[in-house]
């Protein structure tokens, strides 16, 4: 039973470009939603979050957007740059439980 | 600040030998997690720690796998006898408090033979 899950496990962007990374949850009671970072060998790390009682939340080039009734979230990063080619997880967690995570987004940014 | 320390970063034994992994959170963080990543897939919770109890061990296969943290600080999973199966990276992560965001160390990457 997956509750957090990412269908696309690869995409692939031109630095300069809109990157655009999408998440679907089928658990409502989740009610905080995180972004994680990985590269290769070595752990990952947060990026970005949001609150089920925001729709958008906006950190530099990074902007995840949450729709509630949808149960979808999304992670704009604008514009994408060759570093940011990593996997991206999406992350979700209700009151005090643990983190459930998606199986994770290749990104690849090409120069 | 330091972060998330553990060890050994890899691994290599036959099936049916035993492992051991260790994990030191970043000082002051009460809660410790074990995680563990299969290729391909989302890290998996194994355990977590509040202090020095377990908190979740729901998805832990008591059978094989153990956990412990003691003194409240650093943590050690231990599998015996690993499988096959068992081939994957074990993430060890922290966090203030109990939900938010997780802190998390480069894992340790496990081969079963």
């Known amino acids: 039973d997956q509750q957090v899950k990412q269908n696309s496990p690869s995409l692939s962007v031109q630095e300069g470009r809109i990157s655009i990374l999408n998440c679907d949850y089928t658990?409502?009671?989740?009610?905080?939603f995180l972004w994680y970072k990985k590269y290769p060998a070595e752990g990952p790390t947060f990026l970005i979050s949001i609150s089920s009682i925001k729709d958008k939340n906006e950190d530099g080039r990074f902007t995840v957007f949450l729709n509630k009734s949808a149960k979808h979230l999304s992670l704009h990063i604008v514009p994408s740059q060759p570093g940011d080619s990593a996997v991206y997880f999406c992350a979700a967690s209700s009151g005090y439980s643990t983190l459930t995570f998606g199986k994770g987004t290749m990104l690849l940014v090409s120069p | 600040e330091a972060g998330v320390a553990q060890s050994p970063r890899y691994k290599i034994i036959e099936k049916r030998q035993s492992v051991a992994f260790w994990c030191n959170p970043i000082s002051g963080h009460a809660t410790l997690y074990w995680y563990q990543q299969i290729l391909g897939q989302g890290p998996k919770l194994l355990i977590q720690?509040?202090?020095?109890?377990?908190?979740?061990d729901s998805q832990l296969p008591k059978d094989r796998f153990s956990a412990e943290r003691l003194k409240g600080v650093d943590s050690t999973l231990k599998i015996q006898p690993a499988k096959l199966e068992d081939s994957a990276v074990y993430l060890c992560?922290?966090?203030?408090?109990?939900?938010?965001?997780?802190?998390f160390g480069e894992g340790s990457r496990l081969t079963v033979l």
């Open positions: 992560a922290s966090s203030y408090r109990q939900s938010g965001e997780l802190f």
């Open positions: 720690f509040q202090n020095n109890g377990v908190v979740d």
């Open positions: 658990n409502s009671m989740f009610d905080y």
